[in-house]
């Protein structure tokens, strides 16, 4: 079975970077991806990381101004968001693909504030 | 950068029948985008249902289904239950990358 476990919530000031963790038990052969949902608000996929070669594809909309990166030896993912905005404040989730099923990890709040 | 897109909002009378879709400014949603269709309570992270197109989990009741209808990916709900108020959105794969709907939020009155 497959487990997700994130880092905890984060307070930034505007124009700041945040990194988010995301540690994996469990197998899993599928990419890592990354995902936020403000309340009420459409899911957002922000980027992904391989588990075989840990290339990365980010979406055109945080191209730039995130990294995802990994620590294979500790199985743990890590998404990065630099240039922080008030726009950022929202829940970010790990999530992993496996069998047809999205495993989520329990979500991380960023508040973006002065 | 496509855009998928999802009604808002639906109603449907318990015991009804109810179709939500899921479209992509790109074009037709196909088989090769694996649509994903999940169900989202408040609160809570989003639980799939289906997946690539039409594929139930043991855990999703039968009254729910998946399929390819007038170039968008479809879920049909028949027979509403009061559980099933809950917000549904569709994921669509590019390649490797994901784009996901707006959401759907579902009433059932």
């Known amino acids: 079975q497959v487990q997700l476990v994130q880092s905890g919530a984060e307070v930034k000031k505007p124009g700041a970077s945040v990194k988010v963790s995301c540690k994996v038990s469990?197998?899993?052969?599928?990419?890592l991806h990354w995902v936020r949902q403000a309340p009420g608000q459409r899911l957002e996929w922000i980027g992904k990381?391989?588990?075989?070669?840990?290339?990365?594809l980010y979406s055109q909309t945080f191209q730039g101004r995130v990294a995802i990166t990994r620590d294979t030896s500790a199985n743990i993912a890590y998404m990065e968001l630099s240039s922080l905005r008030s726009e950022d404040t929202t829940l970010y989730y790990c999530?992993?693909?496996?069998?047809?099923?999205?495993?989520w990890g329990q979500g991380t709040p960023l508040t973006v504030s002065t | 950068q496509a855009v998928v897109t999802q009604e808002p909002s639906l109603t449907v009378s318990p015991g009804g029948t109810v179709t939500l879709t899921c479209g992509s400014s790109?074009?037709?949603?196909?088989?090769?985008?694996?649509p994903y269709w999940f169900q989202q309570k408040s609160g809570q992270a989003p639980r799939t249902l289906i997946y690539?197109?039409?594929n139930r989990h043991p855990w999703t009741p039968a009254r729910f289904s998946g399929s390819l209808l007038g170039g968008k990916a479809a879920l049909t709900l028949s027979g509403a239950q009061p559980e099933d108020e809950a917000v549904y959105h569709c994921?669509?794969?590019?390649?490797?990358?994901?784009?996901f709907g707006g959401g759907t939020k579902l009433t059932v009155l």
């Open positions: 690539d197109v039409s």
């Open positions: 469990g197998y899993t052969r599928n990419g």
């Open positions: 999530t992993t693909q496996m069998g047809g099923n999205l495993y």
């Open positions: 790109s074009g037709a949603v196909t088989s090769g985008h694996w």
């Open positions: 990381i391989n588990s075989g070669d840990g290339k990365t």
């Open positions: 994921l669509v794969s590019y390649g490797d990358a994901w784009v």
